[in-house]
């Protein structure tokens, strides 16, 4: 299966929006819409923030949303507005990719300035 | 409130096996509608899914181990077993266990992790 390709890292000053791309194929992303989105802090389990590429887990700030691009072909976006010190951590795309499998992205890590 | 606890052996020597247990409590893993999962953090690198075991017992891998690796379920005792052949260096990771739902192939629960480390 091919790989999901996200930033290596990514930074944002206090109250400031960012974007976190996930780049996968039209095998993948482009055709399920079956993205979801973790937060991980170090040493710490993944937490689900959306799932079904848009939809917010439970109990998770609207400040965290998630998207498809309209521009950029089999990519999902998750974007994190008001940006807090909080944030700082490992972020995960992972979309299913057919024959029962799943896989996740690289990761990035996002660095609040 | 669902909750799931690994656990295992901490330290593995190559080409051993690597048995996990995956302890459930706060919800029955023979509720149908759901998996539960394996996937592990290597240090230094990203999240990689294992595989998943549905509720109904079918089991699915992810290629790449696919031929060392078996998941297995415990209805009775409500515990999800991982089970790694012929271990490396390579296998060094913390392994997580995870629920999730099928047909939308998301974790909304996971365990806190445990820390193996492969070295002869």
């Known amino acids: 299966h091919s790989a999901l390709t996200q930033p290596a890292s990514v930074s944002g000053s206090p109250g400031q929006s960012i974007t976190i791309s996930c780049t996968g194929t039209?095998?993948?992303?482009?055709?399920?819409?079956?993205v979801s989105w973790y937060q991980q802090f170090p040493g710490k389990a993944p937490k689900l923030l959306i799932y079904e590429d848009k939809k917010r887990a439970s109990g998770i700030s609207d400040r965290f949303s998630g998207s498809i691009s309209d521009i950029l072909v089999n990519t999902a976006i998750l974007t994190i507005s008001g940006l807090q010190f909080d944030d700082e951590a490992d972020y995960y795309c992972?979309?299913?990719?057919?024959?029962?499998?799943?896989?996740f992205g690289g990761g990035t890590t996002l660095t609040v300035l | 409130q669902v909750q799931l606890r690994e656990s295992g052996p901490d330290l593995l020597k190559p080409s051993q096996t690597l048995s996990l247990t995956c302890a459930v409590s706060?919800?029955?893993?023979?509720?149908?509608?759901?998996?539960w999962s394996w996937v592990r953090h290597q240090p230094d690198k990203g999240l990689e899914w294992i595989g998943y075991?549905?509720?109904?017992?079918?089991?699915y891998y992810t290629p790449s181990l696919k031929n060392r690796v078996t998941i297995s379920l415990d209805t009775p005792m409500n515990q999800v077993f991982l089970r790694l052949n012929s271990v490396t260096d390579a296998d060094t990771a913390t392994y997580f266990c995870a629920k999730g739902v099928i047909a939308k192939e998301y974790f909304t629960h996971w365990g806190q992790g445990i820390r193996v480390t492969v070295s002869s």
């Open positions: 075991i549905y509720y109904t017992g079918a089991a």
């Open positions: 992972c979309s299913y990719v057919g024959d029962a499998n799943v896989l």
């Open positions: 706060g919800d029955s893993i023979s509720v149908g509608g759901f998996l």
């Open positions: 039209s095998d993948n992303i482009g055709r399920y819409s079956l």
